[in-house]
């Protein structure tokens, strides 16, 4: 994304999106040298999906 030919390439590609702002967690202890990679369980019962492959 650095290469101003592939940010012309994303921009083109991009132009008339429209964006949506998401809501951020505030973290005081962010730091950034090193990064994080967090994972959140979300239980789905089983009549809200369909056709999906069963987890594990």
Known sequence: MRSP???NFW???LAGCVTTK???WV???H???KP???FLDVPI???RFSGSPAPG
């Open 45 to 47: 019962s089983p009549d």
């Open 5 to 7: 030919k592939s940010q």
């Open 36 to 38: 994080e990679i967090g």
């Open 22 to 24: 998401l809501a951020r």
């Open 31 to 33: 730091t950034t040298d």
């Open 27 to 29: 973290v005081s202890h």
């Open 11 to 13: 921009k083109q590609k």
